[in-house]
């Protein structure tokens, strides 16, 4: 955005620190995503960077923590806990979605079955 020609230069001077704030702001606001979704598709069992990574060698890469994500617990070599609960709960929830308590149980549904 041009400044006007009438801008004092103390506008001229917070408009380009304003800039500058605003870049910041940005650059911390993204760069971690760009560091994370790297890591992602990691074949490690721990998020890391690899040196095969590094080199993009593409054994290195994997969809691993995307499958285990989604609940597929084929893999062997699975050092975190593994679990579809979440397709399970997901099939409890009525329609209207009336309540969920956060771990797959519909509220509305626990509170009427109580004596």
Request: charged share 15%; glycine share 6%.
């Amino acid at each position: 955005m041009a400044l006007p020609s009438y801008a004092t230069p103390a506008q001229k001077l917070w408009h380009y620190i304003y800039i500058a704030i605003c870049s910041l702001v940005l650059f911390f606001l993204v760069m971690p995503l760009l560091v994370v979704i790297p890591i992602s598709f990691t074949s490690s069992p721990f998020l890391q960077f690899t040196p095969e990574m590094l080199r993009l060698d593409p054994e290195a890469f994997s969809l691993r923590w995307y499958r285990l994500m989604m609940g597929d617990c084929s893999d062997p070599g699975i050092t975190t806990v593994c679990s579809d609960n979440w397709k399970i709960g997901a099939k409890k929830q009525p329609v209207r979605g009336s309540g969920c308590d956060g771990f797959g149980n519909n509220a509305w549904y626990s509170r009427s079955a109580r004596p």
